[in-house]
C-alpha cells in the first residue's frame, strides 16, 4: 500500500511523525540522494558522508516540507545546499589549517631567529674580556640592576654602568665587522 502512495502524501505523513511513511521515503530515494550527492562532491566517501548527514538530519527538515514543489524536487533542494554547507565547512577548515600553518610557521621563524641571536651573543660575549663577561651575564635580560651587579662584582655602580656602555660599543662593532663581510 505504501508503495502507491505519493511522495508529497508520505512527506506529510511523515512530517506529522509517522515513521513507516518516513522509512518507505528514505527507501525510495536513499539512492537518489547518493547518486546526486556523488555528483556534487566527486567522491564516493564523502557523497557516503554527505548522504548520512542528510538522512539523520531529514526527519528535522521534512516537518518544513509544505508540498508547494514535488518531493523530489524539495529533497535535491536538500541535498545541494548540505553539499553547499559541507563545502563552506571545507573551505573555513581548510583556510584555518593554513592559518594555523603561517602561524606555526611564523612561530618556528621566530623561535630559529630567538635561537640565532642566543647562539651569536654567546659567541660574541666569549670574545670580550672576562671583567666585560661577567658584567654582561649578570645584567643580561634585566637579571640584576647595575648596582646589584656591582654588588656581586666588588665595584662601584659606575663602573658596571660605564662597563655596559663599552660592551654595547664592542658588540655594534662586532656585529658591524660580520655584516660587513
Same mark, same amino acid.
Given at each position: 500500500?505504501?508503495?502507491? *502512495?505519493?511522495? %508529497?502524501?508520505?512527506?506529510?505523513?511523515?512530517?506529522?511523525?509517522?515513521?513507516?511513511?518516513?522509512?518507505?521515503?528514505?527507501?525510495?530515494?536513499?539512492?537518489?540522494?547518493?547518486?546526486?550527492?556523488?555528483?556534487? *562532491?566527486?567522491?564516493?566517501? +564523502?557523497? %557516503?558522508?554527505?548522504? +548520512?548527514?542528510?538522512?539523520?538530519?531529514? $526527519?528535522?527538515?521534512?516537518?518544513?516540507?509544505?508540498?508547494? #514543489?514535488?518531493?523530489?524536487? /524539495?529533497?535535491?533542494? =536538500? =541535498?545541494?545546499?548540505?553539499?553547499?554547507?559541507?563545502? @563552506?565547512?571545507?573551505?573555513?577548515?581548510? @583556510?584555518? #589549517?593554513?592559518?594555523?600553518?603561517?602561524?606555526?610557521?611564523?612561530? @618556528? #621563524? !621566530?623561535?630559529?631567529? *630567538?635561537? %640565532?641571536? =642566543?647562539?651569536?651573543?654567546?659567541?660574541?660575549?666569549?670574545?670580550? $674580556?672576562?671583567?666585560?663577561?661577567?658584567?654582561?651575564?649578570?645584567?643580561?635580560?634585566? !637579571?640584576?640592576?647595575?648596582? !646589584?651587579?656591582?654588588?656581586?662584582?666588588? =665595584?662601584? %655602580?659606575? *663602573?658596571?654602568? /660605564?662597563?655596559?656602555?663599552?660592551?654595547?660599543?664592542?658588540?655594534?662593532?662586532?656585529? +658591524?665587522? !660580520?655584516?660587513? +663581510?
Amino acid at each position: 500500500m505504501r508503495m502507491k *502512495t505519493s511522495d %508529497e502524501n508520505l512527506a506529510k505523513a511523515a512530517a506529522a511523525g509517522d515513521a513507516d511513511a518516513f522509512a518507505t521515503l528514505l527507501a525510495r530515494h536513499y539512492d537518489r540522494v547518493f547518486r546526486l550527492a556523488f555528483r556534487l *562532491t566527486g567522491r564516493a566517501d +564523502q557523497a %557516503e558522508d554527505l548522504t +548520512q548527514d542528510i538522512c539523520a538530519a531529514l $526527519p528535522s527538515k521534512i516537518v518544513g516540507f509544505r508540498a508547494e #514543489a514535488r518531493f523530489t524536487t /524539495w529533497l535535491y533542494r =536538500v =541535498v545541494v545546499n548540505a553539499a553547499e554547507d559541507a563545502r @563552506r565547512r571545507a573551505t573555513r577548515h581548510t @583556510r584555518a #589549517a593554513h592559518g594555523w600553518g603561517d602561524v606555526e610557521q611564523m612561530r @618556528r #621563524a !621566530e623561535v630559529q631567529e *630567538t635561537a %640565532e641571536a =642566543v647562539d651569536w651573543l654567546q659567541r660574541a660575549m666569549r670574545s670580550l $674580556p672576562q671583567d666585560l663577561q661577567d658584567t654582561l651575564a649578570l645584567t643580561l635580560e634585566d !637579571e640584576m640592576t647595575h648596582a !646589584e651587579a656591582a654588588e656581586v662584582l666588588g =665595584v662601584s %655602580e659606575g *663602573t658596571v654602568s /660605564w662597563r655596559m656602555s663599552d660592551i654595547r660599543k664592542r658588540l655594534r662593532a662586532l656585529r +658591524q665587522e !660580520e655584516l660587513a +663581510q
